[in-house]
């Protein structure tokens, strides 16, 4: 009889420690959700204590300290993505990417599969931001360089195609900006793409004809129509003709260059230039 007492007093004492602790759990809890408004950073540092508090906790009958141990998690998980999305917010791109794969981590630990979807939709993102802004500092090749990664990790993200298109552009690399501006026309940036495209082959015509390439100047010139017909490629086009003594389409490009430039500062003379060519 002495040796059940002992050991039903011994039960007693587990559970009013038990009891205790779970009650310093929650302490710690509230004391980290008190800190939410003022200092993120702590309170996860709060949550993640409490979690630590509760998990060496039993378990009790009503299961509070499940409970705690929920919303420990919960908010693990949504504070930690909160701060990633301050940092890319803040414009501290390589903070939130690092922040982000912390996330994904927690996320993934804790097994929030909404959480995890949100935050890998996220991180292309932070690339994206990041090369816009290195774009506006016409930092070109760094910008490319930010939009490649963001395609790596998304290789559905037209927009960071189109970008990258764009700064490549910027750098001088016409040819690995077309082929950015194909991609993105294939991922739903089609218009965008295509007036890209078309200033590019504008400027490869206009090039060309300088250099006194004219069958190429001619080539470049309908390439950049083909994308989106223009006024100034037309105007190649037509120059390039004229060189090349081929008055009848020189012709048709000039008149298509007047429709759509009707009061173009250079009409008088484009209409004097048409006259010659069909004497």
């Known amino acids: 009889m002495k040796k059940i007492f002992l050991m039903v007093a011994a039960a007693m004492i587990s559970l009013a420690v038990s009891a205790q602790d779970l009650g310093k759990a929650t302490e710690a809890y509230n004391n980290a959700a008190g800190l939410?408004?003022?200092?993120?950073?702590?309170?996860?540092?709060?949550?993640?204590?409490?979690?630590?508090?509760?998990?060496?906790?039993?378990?009790?009958?009503?299961?509070?300290?499940?409970?705690?141990?929920?919303?420990?998690?919960?908010?693990?998980?949504?504070?930690?993505?909160?701060?990633?999305?301050d940092f890319l917010k803040d414009k501290e791109y390589d903070k939130a990417y690092d922040q982000l794969k912390l996330s994904l981590e927690v996320a993934t630990k804790y097994e929030d599969a909404e959480k995890v979807e949100e935050v890998k939709s996220l991180i292309p993102t932070v690339y994206v931001a990041k090369g816009n802004q290195l774009l506006k500092d016409?930092?070109?090749l760094g910008a490319a360089d930010a939009y490649q990664k963001a395609l790596e990790?998304?290789?559905?993200?037209?927009?960071?195609?189109?970008?990258?298109g764009q700064a490549q552009n910027?750098?001088?690399?016409?040819?690995?900006?077309?082929?950015?501006?194909?991609?993105?026309?294939?991922?739903?940036?089609?218009?965008?793409?295509?007036?890209?495209?078309?200033?590019?082959?504008?400027?490869?015509?206009?090039?060309?004809?300088k250099a006194?390439?004219?069958?190429?100047?001619?080539?470049?010139?309908m390439t950049s129509i083909d994308y989106e017909p223009n006024p100034t490629a037309y105007k190649i086009a037509g120059n390039a003709c004229t060189k090349l003594d081929n008055k009848k389409v020189a012709i048709e490009c000039f008149q298509q260059y007047l429709a759509l430039s009707p009061n173009?500062?250079?009409?008088?003379?484009?209409?004097?230039?048409?006259?010659i060519l069909k004497k």
């Open 36 to 85: 939410v408004q003022a200092d993120k950073a702590a309170a996860l540092k709060g949550f993640q204590e409490a979690l630590k508090q509760a998990e060496a906790c039993e378990e009790d009958a009503d299961g509070q300290r499940n409970a705690l141990i929920e919303n420990c998690k919960t908010n693990i998980v949504n504070f930690t993505l909160s701060i990633a999305k």
């Open 138 to 140: 016409k930092d070109a």
């Open 153 to 164: 990790l998304d290789p559905q993200n037209g927009k960071a195609a189109l970008n990258l």
């Open 170 to 209: 910027m750098a001088g690399n016409v040819d690995a900006a077309e082929d950015a501006f194909k991609v993105a026309m294939g991922l739903g940036e089609e218009k965008a793409a295509a007036k890209q495209l078309s200033k590019l082959y504008q400027k490869k015509a206009n090039a060309a004809y």
């Open 212 to 221: 006194g390439n004219f069958n190429r100047a001619y080539d470049d010139a």
């Open 264 to 275: 173009a500062k250079d009409a008088a003379q484009i209409k004097e230039t048409i006259n």
